[in-house]
Structure formats: C-alpha cells, structure tokens
C-alpha cells in the first residue's frame, strides 16, 4: 500500500496568515492527489482534486501544488471559517488512503 | 441535489454485526461507485471498501477481509456496510461517499455519517 504523511499535525495562525500544508506519499502518485477540509462534527469536504484543481464552490483562497511524491495545499489568507482539520488522499491505486491529518487553528 | 442519507446511530454488543444503510438520491444510483470509510473518535480516516452499484461488485481493505461486506439494492437506490464480529474498536463514525465527478479516485457527496458504539 502506498503511505501518506502530512506535516506539521497541527498549526495555529492569525486571521490573514498565509497558510501551508505539506503531504508526501511514499512512492509516486503523479498528480493523483485530492485535499479534503473536515470540520468538528461533520463530513469531510472534497477542496482540491487532481493535485491542484480547485473543486466548484471552494473559495480561491485554497489552492493545491505538486507531483510525484511532494504535495502542498496553500491557505492565502486564513478566514476563521477554514479552522478544521485537513486530510490528503492518494487515488493512484486501489485501497485508496488518507494521511493522518493538519489540524488548523486560530492564534 | 445530490446527497446521500445515511441511517442512525448504532450501539452494540462485541461480538455482534451492524449494517449500516446509504441511501443516494440525486443522481443516477447504478452510475457512480461508493465506498465506505471510517473514523474511530479523534482518529483520521480510514478506507474501508467500495461497491459498484451497477454490478454489485466489491473490493475490501485487507483489513477488514472476512468481516465486512458491502451490498447493494438498486431498486430503493441503497447501499449497506455491514461489519461483524463487532470489537470495541470499532467503534467510529461510518461514512458513505460517492466517487465524485470531478475526478476519478475523488469522493464527494459524503453521507453524514453513522456512529457506530461497540460496548458491553
């Protein structure tokens, strides 16, 4: 199976802060990488699929960059709204997994 | 719109089974895979298999072989998880969620999730 790893696990920010998520797989995934935002008590959300194509109605705060192995989701200006914790997910292959999550919060 | 209820939540024994339902709506139920993921409580997410509703064809976690089975009935437009030989850590909010149309391998709508309890 291919493993996800995100860093950092958690992160505090100002309202404004520019805010970056790293995801990193263990064996090249090409762009086959989607972000998820998951908020306390609620089903995650798709962001970001393919990498770096912002799903309809996500605010263009959000953006995804990456390829192969290395991945970032980049917050430009952290609203109080994106306080959640964020999930990346390979679909390269079968038995499709998440990393174990950025959790983001306010300063 | 499309969405996709799921049942209630759930408190059982270890040992027994829990079938939870998914029901779409929205969208053509025979035309798009789902899957089945879970989250023990504060805990990430976990992939646990898939269904294609068309077919009725199913792939599992290795995990979770021999103890989780996905089905489907087309004619009420649902899908139902069901996990046996319950333990206590199992216990975790179960999600549905629709491969998406965006992208292969994407999965959106989700369900709202059920929490399943395992307890004696």
């Known amino acids: 199976d291919i493993q996800m790893t995100q860093s950092p696990s958690s992160l505090s920010a100002s309202v404004g802060d520019r805010v970056t998520i790293t995801c990193r797989a263990s064996q090249s995934i090409s762009s086959y990488l989607n972000w998820y935002q998951q908020k306390p008590g609620k089903a995650p959300k798709l962001l970001i699929y393919a990498a770096s194509s912002l799903q309809s109605g996500v605010p263009s705060r959000f953006s995804g960059s990456g390829s192969g192995t290395d991945f970032t989701l980049t917050i430009s200006s952290l609203q109080p709204e994106d306080i959640a914790t964020y999930y990346c997910?390979?679909?390269?292959?079968?038995?499709?997994?998440f990393g174990p999550g950025t959790k983001v919060d306010i300063k | 719109q499309v969405q996709l209820v799921q049942s209630g939540a759930e408190v059982k024994k270890p040992g027994a089974s829990v079938k939870v339902s998914c029901k779409a709506a929205?969208?053509?139920?025979?035309?798009?895979?789902i899957h089945w993921m879970r989250q023990a409580p504060g805990q990430g997410l976990e992939w646990m298999g898939r269904i294609n509703p068309n077919t009725g064809g199913t792939n599992y976690a290795q995990k979770f072989q021999g103890r989780v089975t996905v089905t489907r009935d087309t004619s009420i437009n649902t899908v139902y998880m069901e996990l046996s030989r319950l333990r206590s850590d199992d216990t975790a909010v179960y999600y549905c969620a629709r491969v998406g149309i965006s992208a292969a391998g994407t999965f959106d709508p989700w369900g709202q999730g059920t929490l399943v309890t395992v307890s004696s």
């Open positions: 997910q390979q679909s390269y292959s079968t038995g499709d997994t």
């Open positions: 929205g969208y053509t139920f025979t035309g798009h895979n």
